[in-house]
């Protein structure tokens, strides 16, 4: 069972960057396809990027995203990363890395989840 940590969250201003990491406890981090969610206050949980586990196939969420954010990995160092630019007030949620066998958008598609980190864009 693979163990997932975020990292990178914080209070930014509108416009701003910001990069989230997430660091996976074990070598064998390349076989996940790996993901993000956000959750906004009183909002479901909703899909932000996807990567396979090459790294060679990424996906995002059309509607709010695309453009200003790139999922990318390191499979030598265990981590996923999500940079953020052109950051909006509407990006102010907790945000989740998930790991699983297929690249989704559907988090119930996903194993293994990290406790979040809490990203804060003021307007």
């Known amino acids: 069972q693979v163990q997932l940590v975020e990292s990178g969250g914080g209070l930014v201003q509108a416009g701003g960057s910001l990069r989230l990491a997430c660091a996976a406890s074990?070598?064998?981090?390349?076989?996940?396809?790996l993901a993000w969610f956000r959750q906004a206050p009183g909002k479901e949980r909703e899909f932000v990027a996807a990567?396979?586990?090459?790294?060679?196939?990424?996906?995002y969420s059309e509607d709010s995203v695309k453009g200003r954010f790139t999922i990318s990995r390191d499979n030598a160092k265990n981590t996923l990363y999500l940079q953020m630019n052109s950051l909006k007030p509407e990006d102010t949620a907790v945000y989740y890395c998930?790991?699983?066998?297929?690249?989704?958008?559907?988090?119930?598609?996903?194993?293994?989840w990290g406790q979040g980190t809490q990203v804060t864009v003021s307007s």
């Open positions: 074990e070598r064998t981090f390349s076989i996940y396809d």
């Open positions: 998930a790991a699983g066998f297929v690249v989704s958008s559907d988090s119930s598609r996903y194993w293994y």
């Open positions: 990567i396979s586990r090459s790294g060679g196939d990424s996906t």
